[in-house]
């Protein structure tokens, strides 16, 4: 394996923008602080509509979840739509779902209007039963997403065999409205689409202060220039800047890590999920496979801060189990990133002042949810009186928060070790 920390979506992104950082004050109508899919779709929305915005990132474009994902553009929400139901309670758990039932023809729509070349396959995506368990948790889900009208397809093991090229999975839920992306150039793409539109982008620009009330604030940014807006929106997702303390304590940070291999022959892409859907299982420690454009096989998995020996052992086991058929893998690229938990496991719009709102909580599923909650809040600055697919919210910190990460990475350490060990 080559470096322990090194991203094949930076490798292999059809390019790199290099922007300066702000050096000069600067006057707008929105700033948003984070350049990731939330703050990208919200500044391009925006300007589409005429308003002066700029984008001010501390690192550099999609630096944070968004330049680290797997690259699932997903329809809804990770938690089944019965749940989601119960939390919010029927008509606005039917508005959530419509709206994020339709993000994979936002973003596709984005990527076709905008030009964007981001590896795009909207080949569909499967999520892998794990046993007898899992397929009862798929068939649960399949009921509740017919019932929705989703054009979705459970496959027994044979047929989802054929479709992963493993026999490891009893069975599959197929959604077709699903698709993959190059995550990295995705951003990116949207990025370039923004600038189109006369929106700025800073990079290399951290917001240190926000000062003022009630539609004048003050940014003050690392680079000593200022930005006067007349509204804020906080983008940062699992990368929150240190401003806003709260905003940190509204969700639970998850390590989720990646691993990519030596572009595969041609006669093992022929077996190993010929039709280019990504795939993710149904266990608690959650795991991911995809190939990209190059036929490089692509594993991940929750946990692995550092990404530690243990993890590269238990991926190389894990492969083994569900392809036979493969030789020991070079695993050439190693990379992981922070995934922001809400615990209701939805996301959120919060106001955090007058005139100042924070995106946060997508618990896993950034691409599609990111882009629209982007695209549904510049909706709402233009309009006060659009609805929001959720209602904008107050921050609520989460409670034993530590505890929880503690729980979660522990967890994931263990059961790693026990695979391994098995």
């Known amino acids: 394996m080559t470096d322990s920390n090194h991203s094949l979506w930076k490798a292999s992104a059809s390019e790199q923008l290099n922007l300066d950082p702000l050096t000069e004050s600067i006057k707008l109508d929105v700033a948003v602080v984070g350049a990731g899919y939330s703050g990208l779709s919200c500044a391009l929305h925006l300007a589409e509509k005429g308003l002066n915005v700029a984008v001010l990132e501390a690192n550099t474009i999609a630096y944070g979840g968004s330049g ?14 019965d749940e989601v139901e119960e939390k919010l309670g029927a008509d606005a758990a039917g508005i959530l779902y419509e709206s994020l039932a339709q993000a994979p023809d936002l973003v596709f729509s984005l990527i ?25 948790q798929l068939e649960d889900r399949y009921l509740q997403l017919e019932s929705r009208s989703a054009p979705v397809q459970i496959l027994g093991k044979e047929m989802a065999s054929s479709r992963i090229g493993s026999g490891f999975f009893s069975g599959a839920l197929f959604d077709p409205r699903a698709g993959t992306i190059q995550p990295l150039s995705y951003a990116l793409g949207l990025a370039k689409a923004a600038i189109s539109q006369s929106v700025r982008i800073y990079e290399h620009t951290q917001v240190m202060q926000i000062k003022g009330d009630k539609g004048h604030w003050l940014l003050k940014c690392s680079t000593g220039a200022s930005v006067i807006a007349d509204k804020v929106v906080m983008a940062t997702n699992a990368y929150p800047e240190h401003i806003f303390p709260d905003l940190k304590q509204s969700f639970v940070p998850i390590q989720y890590s990646q691993f990519a291999s030596q572009p595969l022959p041609d006669a093992l892409l022929q077996k190993i999920l010929p039709n280019k859907e990504g795939l993710w299982d149904t266990c608690t420690v959650m795991s991911s496979l995809r190939l990209d454009q190059a036929g490089r096989l692509i594993f991940g998995g929750m946990g692995g801060a550092g990404l530690n020996t243990r993890l590269l052992q238990w991926a190389d086991k894990r492969v083994n189990q569900l392809f036979d058929s493969l030789p020991k893998l070079d695993w050439q690229y190693a990379w992981s990133g922070k995934i922001a938990f809400s615990d209701d496991h939805l996301p959120h719009c919060h106001q955090l002042d007058e005139g100042i709102y924070g995106l946060v909580g997508y618990s896993g599923r950034g691409i599609g949810p990111g882009t629209v909650m982007g695209k549904e ?25 530590e505890m929880k990460r503690t729980f979660y990475e522990v967890g994931a350490h263990l059961y790693h070790f026990a695979q391994v060990k098995g």
């Open 68 to 81: 680290r994902n797997v690259g699932l553009v997903n329809a809804g929400l990770w938690m089944p739509p």
């Open 112 to 136: 076709e209007k905008y030009q964007i070349q981001c590896e795009a396959t909207r080949n569909g995506t499967l999520h892998a039963a794990v046993g007898e368990a899992g397929v009862r």
């Open 377 to 401: 809040l510049a909706t709402y600055l233009l309009n006060p009186a659009h609805k929001m697919p959720l209602a904008i919210s107050k921050l609520q910190p989460v409670s034993m928060r």
